[in-house]
């Protein structure tokens, strides 16, 4: 066995000044990180908020034990898709009324590729990111095949000179701010009004952006997004998921699931469907309270912070990350993929190695705990409310440890692994 | 004020002897209901169950807060949907591999209704209740429109007749065993027969059958059903549902929804949708961890329960019901309107009254809990595991006061009235 390298004094150095200099840093407190554990994957389920247990704890004793069915009048529960849809169009850039929060993401995105499609109806092209996150693409070709339209796949970087050419059959393109793989920021602005400058629909998923970056999806004229509630939003493990929809677009939106909450008259037991005004209408089934109570409390988390401060902190995090990486990885193997240029990466840092899978278990044994994406892809995501500088290089050197002593298993997950 | 009348002394005693014969009466203690309240309303949100608080708080403070992403699968989060779909499997009649939770009911029902038309794909006819629940008829409607099919709108009682004549020409019945307003049970085996001797499908909503009666999905030759998580499971308010899909449909089942979580690799990313073999192809999104283990463990209050006891100890608590209403509410201009026989009986009585939503409030104020459904009904629900004969008494007699004193609101709901 090899011993430990020495940790470079100057990262340490550098580590422990950015985390002093952060006005962020007492919002740690609002999370309950388990001690000694450095968490990187809150950018697939985000960690537990603190006031998430005893909003919860209520819920379950006080609102369902004793309240019982009175509760969604008493306690609320008949808003709550609209109320948490709200708290989350707040970190989203969305004016209240726009917002509804319930099901999964993958329902959301299928009534939105849905309902854009229906919007424009004499187009008969949906566009998608090929490097898109696969229920998104596979949720794009069920639309479609529906539909009888065709699917492009276009990267996001060829996607204004195909909307020059193609632009004026295309209904919708379907993009996501963040490659989930590599930690790719796009330009939402720029991409949006290509889309629009073609007449067509912008559809955003902001699974890897909400809670992780400012987005001004009015401002920019967004016409449709949805995202889920788990990753920085910390909701909970396959927590309610969110679909926005512009209010230009209320009082022509026909949804594909017509279910009985989004009616006009939901207790009027009407024979046929008519909408409710307003975001309400694409309100699905009987909400979920456990899990949308419980993400209500999560957003608390939010209270009070800047999401311009939060972007200045992920950068400054995943910047500090990528000199590690630099100084400490790229000599054992690892490559970057994340851009290193600040205003194209998201809250994330993705290193290639070979061994990803390996690494990745060996460095949760370590207490750093990561993720991988098939086949090579390590990442590493960060939520500037509780990630420090300090974690990072922890990280980084653990890492860097395992790799140099090749202290992992090399064999390749099985097929069906769930990494 | 009138005095209140006095209470028949046979009923009284009838009460008594049967619940000193219940063999059931000890599962009350599996529910936390509070103490002085009479719950009636099980059937449309069931109660606490003891065994969800305990679990809940590990989910969250364990198994989200400290083992984190790993839960996926050190937790078992990743199986939880086919295993609790397979608890809700064994209440049902449906051996292991054919049921799946998650998901809304309104979701599973589009799921339902769309994969059974895909598995007729040459007969236009689309054929439900013109009495069922409204989400089941708007989504049959929006199924129908999508696929090009004409929805047919057949009582049960005629649904033989109409098949005899028409039977060729339709892809799938749509039906509940159980008409949520009037409580009336219908012939779940001579319906599917029926439907099956034209050559068509069967899908059934198991919403107020699931937990209340026995049900043998697999011995009936059912092709689908789909049911809600929160009536007699209770599984907490929005509970998941769950979806059951015989297993000679699956290798040729395709769901609407592919999303990510029904593909055969689902961590591979792989570029098109390629659905898992059995009924993990329909599986949709990210599963809602907390209330799916919330459910779970509500499902142990079944533990032991045979089904057989549970319908006995219902046709008692109705029939005793059915008879309380006779002699006590009958003549304060009360209606029974759920059938007297007891083969067609679901688990609840519906008594009519003009002034359904004002006696259901005042019913509330003197700690009984029953709900109505506009305009005019008030609907009782009974569980066997939870409900006592006293309980009925107790809200007979304290109704028929209120009728008798006239002492509630007359005044009809708002239009939207949360009820």
Redesign the interface.
């Known amino acids: 066995m090899t011993t430990a390298l020495p940790a470079p004094t100057a990262l340490r150095e550098r580590a422990a000044q950015l985390d002093a200099d952060d006005a962020l840093a007492p919002l740690r407190e609002r999370y ?1 990180l ?1 001690p000694d ?1 450095v ?1 990187l ?1 809150g950018n ?2 985000g ?2 908020p603190a006031a ?2 005893p909003v ?2 209520d819920v ?2 006080r609102q ?3 309240d ?6 008493v306690n609320g ?2 808003e709550a898709p609209l109320r948490v849809g709200d708290a989350i169009g707040a970190l989203i850039g969305a004016a209240p009324g726009q917002t509804v929060a ?6 959301q995105l ?1 009534t939105a590729l849905d309902a854009a499609a229906a919007l424009r109806p004499d187009r008969p092209l949906l566009v998608t990111d ?1 490097g898109h ?3 998104d ?3 794009a ?2 639309v479609a095949r ?1 539909r009888g339209l065709d699917v492009c796949r276009v990267s996001p970087a060829d996607l204004p000179r195909f909307l020059e050419t193609e632009g004026a059959r295309v209904a919708v393109v379907s993009y996501s701010p963040v490659d989930f ?1 590599t930690g790719e920021l796009y330009d939402v602005r720029a991409l949006t009004r290509a889309a629009h400058e073609a007449g067509s629909l912008a559809l955003w998923d902001l699974c890897h952006a909400a809670g992780a970056l400012p987005l001004d999806v009015d401002t920019l004229g967004v016409d449709l997004a949805v995202g ?1 509630g ?1 990753k920085f939003l910390s909701g ?6 969110f679909l926005y929809v512009a209010r230009r677009h209320h009082a022509s939106l026909e949804t ?6 989004g ?1 006009a ?9 008519t909408p409710a005004p307003g975001i309400a209408r694409a309100r ?9 109570l ?1 993400l209500e409390a999560a957003l608390t988390a939010f209270d009070g912070v800047d999401m311009t401060q939060v972007r200045d902190k992920s950068l400054s995090l995943t910047g500090f990350f990528l000199r590690c990486a630099e100084e400490l990885l790229t000599p054992e193997g690892f490559t970057p993929v994340t851009p290193a240029e600040p205003g194209r990466r998201g809250s994330q840092v993705t290193l290639r190695h070979p061994h990803a899978h390996g690494l990745t278990l060996a460095l ?1 044994q370590r207490a750093v ?1 990561a ?1 991988m ?2 086949p090579d892809l390590l990442r590493f995501g960060v939520n500037a409310l509780y990630t420090s500088h300090q974690d990072l290089l922890t990280a980084a050197l653990r890492l860097r440890d395992i790799a140099h002593e090749a202290a992992y298993d090399p064999t390749p997950p099985p ?5």
């Open positions: 309950l388990p554990v968490y994957d697939s389920l960690p537990l998430v247990p919860l704890s379950v004793t369902w034990g004793t019982l069915i009175g509760s969604w009048n529960w008949w319930g099901d999964s993401t993958s329902v299928f090929p996150f696969p229920t693409r596979y949720l070709d069920a529906r793989r889920c788990y909970g493990p396959g927590a309610p998921a594909p699931l017509p279910g009985w909450t009616h008259d939901p207790f009027g037991l009407r024979r046929d469907y699905i089934g009987t909400p979920p309270i456990l899990p949308l419980a949760a705990i993720d994406r098939a097929p069906g692994t769930v990494t």
